[in-house]
């Protein structure tokens, strides 16, 4: 294991352990996800089936099964404790009227426990950044989606907590973030996994906080703590604390300190495989030249 590698243990176990506080400070989830929804109106689909990959505590899933009432929802986490917490918060009246169209699975977007062709959205609001091999997410997604289903997704791009990663640097040798791809980088790997006319933008959103604590309080609220393999085993001593602090304090503007999110949104659909005239499909491949 690299030393940028995710730890899934560490990843199932911080999401399950913030389940109780998430929705709590979950400020920037749920404003990505107001802003995913609203692209949507500009979509014409209407799925029987749609998979939120990385459902979290279900807040997404509940808007989704509002949005489209008669479709089945499926819910996967890989934290059996956001699942937990999202079976908490539906209510009486969703498992009672719409306790058949609902579907939770614990597993892993990398490895979907899902069949082929069985979805007819796939849906995945900010958890792809806790995927190891993106390419091979999107191939299981691909997989997953039905012939002219589409995938919708938000991520995290490079830039995300730019100022945090300056505050760290030099404090000491580990790792403090995860690596966050680029967004044409993305693009690219969707094409490669078989998907159709994607579409890829990004946009910037800065959280302002009072102090350092803050920040890192909110990170941890979210489970969106260093789950990388080469991060630190202990608490950070008091000098290294110290130089994080007045790192950070030399970004302060206005009286606050930001934290920068770089957000990457995409979608891309599933089509029918090209064929040839006698009816044989075209399927593309990739060769590595040494």
């Known amino acids: 294991m690299n030393g940028f590698e995710i730890d899934k ?16 400070a979950a400020v920037l989830q749920r404003e990505v996800c107001t802003r995913m929804l ?3 109106e500009y979509v014409r689909l209407q799925p029987a089936r749609i998979l939120d990959a990385g459902s979290g505590t279900g807040w997404g899933t509940r808007r989704l099964s509002q949005k489209y ?6 819910a ?14 539906s209510g009486w009246w969703q498992i009672l009227f719409g306790g058949t169209r609902q579907m939770q699975v614990c597993g892993d977007m990398e490895e979907l426990p899902l069949a082929a062709n069985s979805i007819g959205m796939v849906w995945s609001n900010l958890a792809m950044q806790w995927c190891n091999d993106l390419p091979a997410t999107f191939a299981e997604m691909h997989r997953v989606l039905e012939v002219e289903g589409m995938l919708m997704f938000s991520t995290f791009g490079p830039d995300t907590l730019k100022e945090l990663r300056r505050a760290f640097s030099g404090v000491d040798r580990h790792n403090h973030f995860n690596r966050f791809t680029d967004m044409h980088d993305i693009g690219d790997m969707l094409v490669h996994s078989g998907f159709s006319e994607p579409v890829m933008d990004m946009e910037y959103i800065t959280l302002t906080y009072d102090d350092v604590r803050g920040v890192l309080q909110d ?11 080469g991060r630190g085993q202990g608490l950070m001593g008091k000098a290294a604390w110290k130089s994080l602090v007045e790192n950070y304090e030399g970004m302060r503007s206005n009286g606050k300190l930001p934290a920068t999110f770089e957000v990457v949104y995409g979608h891309a659909w599933k089509q029918q495989p090209r064929q040839t005239a006698d009816g044989r499909a075209i399927i593309k491949t990739s060769f590595n030249l040494k």
Do not use: C, W
């Open 9 to 24: 243990h560490e990843v199932r176990r911080a999401f399950s352990r913030a389940a109780a506080e998430y929705d709590g």
């Open 38 to 40: 609203e692209r949507l």
């Open 69 to 74: 009432p008669s479709a089945q929802m499926v």
């Open 76 to 89: 996967l986490d890989i934290a059996s404790g956001m699942l937990q917490a999202a079976r908490g918060s």
């Open 219 to 229: 990170l941890k609220a979210i489970g969106a703590h260093n789950a990388t393999a």
